[in-house]
Structure formats: structure tokens, C-alpha cells
């Protein structure tokens, strides 16, 4: 799912790489932490998966994608994969709680339907429900914090990283947002949380990946800490195509409830296009975004008159697509 193979991170004007010959993988479903100093490379890593950075040697590849040949214009919607949170947060100060969680899923064209339907969802999730007409305000850190984690969920990311969720937080309330990050986990996420805090982690029992100047210096499974084995493992076989089996889905979906209501209620129109959009989005390169909307097509969906084909970004378009957030 995460793969850095002999990857060493250099910066500009500095004699020491931030990251020296780093190799790991990260297997879908796991809670990794990433530990080690200030100054050890974490959130180098973080910056590296989120192709905001490149190595200056070796190869990240994640969900199956080699960041090196991911072409600028295909980021932003690699980007709709993978979920962060930052230790400050970055909520938008004039926003409220909705707003804030819902303005992700605007930029990428959800249609309002879904934007209503997937908030409060998110929001009842990480136990906010009933805060969403709250500005930030108004919250405590441990709230502001969870506000950030559903905005980071709401498009079902396949993987969520937290570059210090807890840094800001006191130790009562950073217990809450671990179990909250664990509780995600357990619904099938990838996490990958940086933290210097090494008093939390050795009591959580996961796999520990330390960095020291660099360097991975432990990278500890063993004794119950990275146990996967309960975690059902996807054949990359079975993964391909499974776009196109999502949006198919949602849309056999949509005709069922047309044929059992013998109307279309235009918010089932919305849900099972957003579905299907999403399904495609959650394709790993463009044949499965294409396989997509094919099998939309099939099913009986035009997907000119829907705007699918638009927001699956299979319109032929030249343009640079905007950052998701
Ligand atoms: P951590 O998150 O573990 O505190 P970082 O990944 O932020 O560590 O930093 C690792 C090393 O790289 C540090 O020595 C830091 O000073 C250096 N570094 C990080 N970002 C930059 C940058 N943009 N330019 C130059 N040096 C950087
Ligand atoms: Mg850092």
C-alpha cells in the first residue's frame, strides 16, 4: 500500500539527507507510527507519500502508483486516496464545523445530495454530531482536532496520515483522538501517525517505525505490535477492476429503486453518481476510472447527461486540475 525502497530525502542547501536509504512497506489495513525526534525525518516521510516532495534517490510507491511517473495533473485526484491531519489543525477560522468537513467534498464537485448525507455521517463518527453549526473556535483542541479528522475522512480515504495529532493536545484528549484514530483503523483504514510522544505508542501495540537522524533505527512487529493477520488481505487481482464493480453497484442500485418506487427520486440520482464517481475515483490508474464509467454505460446511465464522465475526469482536458484541499 506504502512502499519507500532505498529512499534518501536531500534538501536544498543541506549537507546531512533529512532521510538516508529509508526502506519499508506498509501493508493495506495497518496502524503504523512513525517515530523519533524532531528533526528525524517524519514528516519528510508524510510529505514524500503525499507526493508534496520528491526523493533525491529511490522509489515511493503508493497504492500501487510510482509517484515518480504520476504526472502533475493526476495528483490532486491521487491525493482523494489519502486523508491528513496536522498537529494545528488547519480548520477554516470562518467556517463552521459542516462547512469545514463539507468544503473537501465541494471542491471535488460532490453533488449537494451526498455533501448532506456524508457530513453528518463523518461528523458522528469521530462524535461531534450535534457541533455542526459550531465555528472553531467554539471547540476545544481535542474537538478542533476531530472536526480535522472527519474533514480528512469524508471522501473514505484508503489512507490517513497525521503528521502529530496529538501535539497540540494534553494527554487526556490525546488518549480520545488515538482511540478515535484506532477505532479507523479497525474500519479498515491504512493510518500512518508521526509522533515524538513515544509513552502513547509502545501502550497501543503497533507496528513502530523509528527514525533517528534519518536513519530507520526499529522497526518493531513482532511481540503483537503490526499484527495484520486479521486483517483481510485484497489479491491485487481481485483489487483491479474493482472501480468499475463499485459503480456498477451503485448504480444496479439506482435502478432497483427506480423500478421498486417507479419514480427517480433525484436524490437517489445524486447518491449513486456520487457512488459511482467515487468508486472511480478509488481506481488505481485510468483504465479502472474508464472500466467506471463503462460499467455505468452498461447499466444503463448516460453518463454525458449525468456529468459523470466530467467529474471522473475523463472529459479529454488540458487543464490543470486544482488541489483537492
Ligand atoms: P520531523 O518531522 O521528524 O521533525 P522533518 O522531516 O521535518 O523531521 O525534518 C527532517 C530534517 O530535514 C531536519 O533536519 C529538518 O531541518 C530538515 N528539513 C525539513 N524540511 C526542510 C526543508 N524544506 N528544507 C531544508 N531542510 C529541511
Ligand atoms: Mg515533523
Known sequence: MIRFEN???????????????????????EFVFLVGASGSGKSSCLRLILRED???????????????????RKVPYFRRHIGSVFQDFRLLPNKTVFQNVAFTLQVIGASRGFIQQAVPEALALVGLDGKQ?????ELSGGEQQRVAIARA????????????????LDPATSVDIMQLLARIN???????????????????RRRVIELSNGD????????????????PKL??????GAASVAALTA?????????????????????????????????TNENEAVDASAAAQDAGVDIAELGLADRLGLEKNDDEVGPTR
Open 7 to 29: 529512499v534518501t530525502k536531500r534538501y536544498r542547501g543541506t549537507s546531512r539527507p533529512a532521510l538516508n536509504n529509508v526502506d519499508f512497506e506498509v501493508q493495506r489495513g
Open 54 to 72: 520528491a526523493p533525491s534517490e529511490g522509489r515511493v510507491v503508493v497504492l500501487g502508483r510510482d509517484l515518480r511517473s504520476l504526472s502533475n
Open 133 to 137: 453549526k459550531r465555528m472553531p473556535h
Open 153 to 168: 475522512l469524508v471522501n473514505r480515504p484508503q489512507v490517513l496520515l497525521a503528521d502529530e495529532p496529538t501535539g497540540n
Open 186 to 204: 479497525a474500519g479498515g483504514t491504512t493510518v500512518v501517525m508521526a509522533t515524538h510522544e513515544a509513552s502513547f505508542v509502545d501502550q497501543m
Open 216 to 231: 530507520i533505527v526499529r522497526d518493531e512487529r513482532h511481540g503483537g505490535y503490526g499484527d495484520i493477520s486479521g486483517v
Open 235 to 240: 489479491a491485487p487481482q481481485a483489487e483491479k
Open 251 to 283: 448504480v444496479l442500485e439506482l435502478q432497483r429503486e427506480i423500478v421498486e418506487t417507479g419514480e427517480i427520486e433525484p436524490l437517489v440520482i445524486d447518491a449513486a453518481v456520487d457512488a459511482a464517481a467515487r468508486a472511480a475515483y478509488s481506481a
